[in-house]
């Protein structure tokens, strides 16, 4: 499986842009990068995915180099409700066309008033 | 529209039980993923079941056993329960095909004693 690498921590201030770094030098090239947050023990809420292209909706946008070793997730004006574990995931075939999602640690990111 | 559905939201079980988490995915979602998540870790991957058939299993013992019904919910069965069975169960459904993103429900908190 293909791993990541993410800072376990972060700081950013409210109402400035939140850059979220993760490397992933051992993606294959179908594999997708996912993005998810986790707020304090609730169920982790899906943020944006992506393959080559860099990708935006209403929550964030997502930045992949072009080698797609490496991505940063963005919220562009952090508030204090972004304060929050952000998972960077690979996502890897389960069997076939099913998929699983391999978690690591992830960055819990504090967004300070 | 309603979201991912885990019933009960906490549950208090001895050594040696068993338990049986259940979840309703999101309306026209065919396939359901469970995940555990212990105190300080990412979610880790158990089982995947898409049209009833189990289509993916991490790495985790017998004890733990799931299936899914023909109206696409699903139930997590642990046997022999352990003090480490502790954890955030999570669900998770998702359109079938190559490209679904898994939505996840609130969690069932599970604390073995």
């Known amino acids: 499986d293909a791993k990541t690498t993410q800072p376990p921590s972060m700081d950013c201030a409210e109402g400035r842009a939140a850059n979220l770094p993760c490397n992933h030098s051992t993606i294959s090239g179908n594999e997708y990068v996912y993005w998810y947050r986790q707020i304090h023990s609730q169920g982790p809420q899906y943020i944006i995915h992506g393959l080559k292209n860099n990708e935006t909706n209403e929550m964030a946008s997502l930045i992949i180099t072009e080698d797609r070793k490496s991505s940063t997730l963005i919220l562009p004006h952090a508030t204090l409700r972004d304060t929050a574990v952000y998972y960077c995931?690979?996502?890897?075939?389960?069997?076939?066309?099913?998929?699983?999602?391999?978690f690591g640690k992830g960055t819990l990111l504090t967004v300070n008033p | 529209d309603a979201g991912v559905t885990q019933s009960p939201t906490h549950l208090i079980k001895t050594r040696g039980q068993h338990v049986t988490l259940r979840c309703s995915p999101i309306s026209g979602h065919k396939s359901v993923s469970w995940y555990q998540q212990v105190l300080g870790q990412g979610p880790q991957f158990i089982f995947q079941y898409y049209e009833k058939e189990e289509r993916g299993r991490g790495n985790f013992p017998d004890r733990f056993s799931a299936r899914q019904f023909p109206n696409y919910s699903s139930e997590l069965n642990v046997n022999a329960l352990l003090l480490g069975d502790s954890a955030l169960y999570l669900c998770?459904?998702?359109?079938?095909?190559?490209?679904?993103?898994?939505?996840f429900g609130p969690g069932t908190r599970l604390l073995v004693l």
């Open positions: 998770a459904s998702s359109l079938p095909g190559g490209r679904e993103t898994q939505y």
């Open positions: 995931i690979v996502r890897v075939s389960s069997g076939g066309s099913n998929y699983k999602l391999t």
